[in-house]
C-alpha cells in the first residue's frame, strides 16, 4: 500500500479536472492505497517570494496553506499533480505549490547537475485536462513537469495523463464523452502494479 497525495491546482468544482481526479483516485483506493486529495481553489498557497528565511531553520514566512501541507508531502509515496490547461501550461496555483517546495529541500555538499539541494526523493505523475487537443497542447505543461519535477526536483515519473478534448471551454464539462475516465481509473489501480 502506498501513500497517495493529489494536488488539484484549480478548475471547476465538478469540471473536467475534478472527475478525472476522482476517477484516479477511486482506481487507486480500489488498488489498496491511501489516497488524499488536496484542492488548491480550497487551501490557499502562495508563490515562493525568495525571502530564503527557509534555508535558516525556519518554516516559510508566509502565511498561507502551505506549512500545513508539509508533513502530507514528507509523507507521501507518490504526488499527483492535476491541473487545467491555462494558457497553455499548468494553473498558476498548481505552480505557485511546486515553487513552495523550495523550503523543503535541504543543503546538498554535492548536488546532482548543478543543483544547490536535495529533495525527498518521491513519484509524480501529472493529471491534466483540456478543450483543445492538438499535437502541441500540452508541450508547455509536459516540459515543465519533466524539468522541473521531473529532472530538477528529481521525483521519480510515475507517468501522465493528457486529457484533451474535454468539450469547449464555455460549455458543460464533456470528459465522460470520452474515455478518459476509464483510462484515469485504470492509471490510478495500476500505478504501483508490478
Known sequence: MKNILVIQGGGRVNGN?????????R???EAGNSVEKISLNKTEVKGCIG????????PCVQKDGFNELVP???????LVFASPLLFWTLSSKIKA???RFYCIAEEDANPPLGRYEKYPIKDAA???TSADNFFWTYEQSVSY?????INYIGFNDKGMLLAGGCGDTNG???????NHLKEAYNFGKNIYRE
Request: proline share 2%; glycine share 4%; charged share 25%.
Open 72 to 78: 502530507k508531502i514528507k509523507s507521501a509515496d507518490l
Open 145 to 149: 513537469y519533466k524539468f522541473a519535477i
Open 97 to 99: 505549490f511546486i515553487e
Open 51 to 58: 525571502c530564503n528565511a527557509c534555508r535558516y531553520g525556519k
Open 27 to 29: 482506481g487507486a483506493k
Open 126 to 128: 501529472l493529471l491534466m
Open 172 to 178: 458543460k464539462p464533456q470528459i465522460d464523452k470520452t
Open 17 to 25: 479536472t475534478s472527475q478525472l481526479v476522482d476517477a484516479f483516485i
